[in-house]
């Protein structure tokens, strides 16, 4: 196949990009799936985006390429350009810029059989090479460019006519725009408005910028569709094995964002486990939408019941009983935003001040494992710890009595 700018399937351009360029531990002799040709068309496809943030570096394995992106200098994110080089066949580009420039003015409304004139007799007759295009597919153009908000139409009688929308006046909008486009889900919308001359500049940075998350939207719109429509699913997950995917049914239930590093999780009610769990949407492939759930309350119910012992996004323990966290931590003169970092973050636990200098952090989670990354942050300052769950309690000191052997500072603890 030549190679082409343009994207027809975004699941491989999103596969490729996240493993090779977001991850970047990948090289070329791992690329198994298809030819080399594929790996290069891909990779040239890609450097056609991205060709300014693209880094290498040489490994055992062979050369790994990643992205290196400036949050200091990068006001927005870089790869909504993938999203922007979706393909299109010269029916599609003709059509719309022919319909846009018959409806041109807002306050004219013609009928599909005005239109099809107009087509046949100002346009489409002038062509070198004649377009034939049927009243189906104009039909069609009309009611997806409705939807879009593009078009508006009004039923007079039995014919109904189509006219342009009013201008939307988005420059007083920019820098709301331009901090949603960074910020929200599907920021890629605000960016496809950002393209607008005049439209560019931007005061906003951004110090914890999670860029790659737009490369798994498309995924997010299909999934809050079947929350809001309280339907069941069927998810395509990712494997070790590339070659194999596997399928898990489930009711959708709620979109989960950890604000550490903006990975996003779906919580769902999986059909064969009979329970509640997270599924990280860069390893959804596809989703299937199924009947409306009829349980789908109760489930919804269940989870906001048990949220508040919430952690990360482990919902059920390993056994009946909740797992106790507790540790204090000494905080010493001058040190006070320490205390406030505790009542800032600490989600479902508790924070007591026992005296000037110490507090104590107190918690029951249902996977006091999710917590570890965490707690390590105050390492140094930890006084005392006791951990329900003794198996993570142990770990944690044989991880600090480690560290201290590695860096010559003795392992008492």
């Not at 919902?315 to 800032?344: D, K, M, P, W």
Request: charged fraction near 30%.
């Amino acid at each position: 196949m030549a190679y082409t700018e343009l994207i027809k399937n975004f699941e491989r351009i999103r596969s490729y990009m996240r493993d090779f360029y977001v991850y970047g531990f990948k090289s070329r002799d791992n690329f198994k799936q298809k030819s080399a040709r594929s790996y290069d068309n891909e990779r040239r496809r890609i450097e056609s985006y991205l060709g300014e943030y693209m880094k290498f570096h040489q490994t055992a394995t062979g050369k790994n390429v990643f992205l290196s992106i400036d949050s200091r200098r990068t006001r927005q994110n870089p790869l909504y350009k993938a999203w922007k080089a979706k393909s299109f066949t010269d029916r599609d580009i003709t059509l719309h810029f022919l319909i846009l420039d018959i409806l041109h003015q807002p306050e004219e409304w013609l009928s599909l059989t005005e239109i099809m004139e107009k087509l046949e007799s100002e346009y489409l007759s002038r062509f070198r090479e004649p377009m034939i295009l049927d009243e189906s597919t104009v039909r069609k153009k009309l009611k997806e460019y409705i939807g879009l908000g593009i078009l508006a139409d009004r039923k007079q009688g039995r014919q109904m006519y189509y006219s342009r929308s009013g201008e939307l006046a988005i420059e007083p909008m920019r820098e709301a725009i331009a901090f949603f486009s960074e910020t929200a889900p599907a920021g890629v919308i605000g960016s496809f408005l950002l393209d607008q001359p005049g439209m560019e500049s931007s005061v906003f940075t951004f110090k914890h910028h999670y860029i790659a998350c737009t490369l798994d939207d498309e995924i997010l719109c299909r999934l809050l569709s079947a929350i809001s429509d309280e339907k069941e699913i069927a998810l395509q997950l990712t494997t070790k094995n590339p070659h194999t995917n596997s399928t898990r049914r489930a009711v959708p239930l709620k979109i989960f964002a950890s604000t550490q590093n903006g990975r996003r999780y779906l919580m769902g009610y999986d059909r064969k486990q009979r329970k509640i769990t997270a599924y990280r949407l860069d390893r959804i492939v596809k989703i299937d939408e199924g009947e409306v759930s009829p349980d789908f309350a109760r489930l919804r119910e269940k989870l906001e019941t048990i949220r508040p012992q919430i952690w990360g996004v482990v919902c059920e323990s390993r056994s009946t009983a909740l797992e106790h966290v507790e540790f204090t931590i000494q905080i010493g003169e001058g040190e006070e935003h320490i205390y406030q970092r505790l009542i800032r973050e600490k989600r479902c636990g508790t924070v007591e001040r026992l005296d000037s200098s110490t507090c104590r952090f107190t918690a029951d989670v249902y996977d006091s494992g999710e917590m570890i990354p965490w707690i390590r942050t105050f390492i140094g300052r930890i006084l005392s710890m006791n951990f329900s769950n003794r198996t993570i309690e142990n770990q944690f000191r044989q991880d600090i009595e480690e560290m201290c052997r590695l860096y010559g500072i003795g392992g008492e603890g």
